[in-house]
Each structure stands twice: as C-alpha cells, then as structure tokens.
Nanobody, 126 residues
Framework: QVQLVESGGGLVQAGGSLRLSCAAS????????VGWFRQAPGKVREFVAAISWNGAATDYADSVKGRFTISRDNTKNMLYLEMNSLQPEDTAIYYCAARSVWLGPVFSKQYEANYWGQGTQVTVSS
C-alpha cells in the first residue's frame, strides 16, 4: 500500500504562487503514473495535471495550462505542482493520486487512481 501525503497549501492573493508537494511512502511510487486533482466547495472533484512514471509525458486541464507545472523526483518519491498566477477560482482542496496499473503514460480519470492523499487546502483571495 502506498500512502500519499500532500503539503504546501495555504492562503495566497490572486496573482500569487504556491508549490504543492506529495510524498509517497513506497519506492514503487516511482513506477506509477501520478496526478493532481482538486475539489472546490460545492463542486465535483476535477482533474488538474498528470505525469508519467518517468516524467516524459504530462497532461493538464485547460483551465491551468500555462500556469501550473507538474513534476516529480523519483529519487525522493516526491510529486510536485507549481502553481503560478493563481486566481480565486483555483480555490479548492488539492489531492495527489497514483495509478499502479499501466493503462497509458498519464491519466485524467479519477476512477483510474487507486491511491489518494488526504488533500491540502489552497485558498486564493481576490
């Protein structure tokens, strides 16, 4: 079982930046596709970004393209999300997720993930 723990959330003004981190408990994490999802108040959880096991492939939701960057460091079992030009609509709980089954280099569907973190709150004030 892989445990995922997010950190780095907080309160930031519009236009600001934050860097989220996700620490994995197992080395097997380095072979998994991983991604970030978010859930805003009153809304369903949605895809944000994903990265392949070796970092060669990435995918982003249209709403964050050009502002967010996903990366990973397999030597440290870490996943990151660099968020720039944050807007109030980015306010949400951010979750990291991992998929242990090979179904392609990246994934954007929540049901494909079999490991989830507990989430970290990001609040962007206007």
């Amino acid at each position: 079982q892989v445990q995922l723990v997010e950190s780095g959330g907080g309160l930031v003004q519009a236009g600001g930046s934050l860097r989220l981190s996700c620490a994995a408990s197992e080395r097997t994490f380095s072979g998994y596709g991983v991604g970030w999802f978010r859930q805003a108040p009153g809304k369903v959880r949605e895809f944000v970004a994903a990265i392949s096991w070796n970092g060669a492939a990435t995918d982003y939701a249209d709403s964050v393209k050009g502002r967010f960057t996903i990366s990973r460091d397999n030597t440290k079992n870490m996943l990151y999300l660099e968020m720039n030009s944050l807007q109030p609509e980015d306010t949400a709980i951010y979750y990291c997720a991992a998929r242990s089954v090979w179904l392609g280099p990246v994934f954007s569907k929540q049901y494909e993930a079999n490991y989830w973190g507990q989430g970290t709150q990001v609040t962007v004030s206007s």
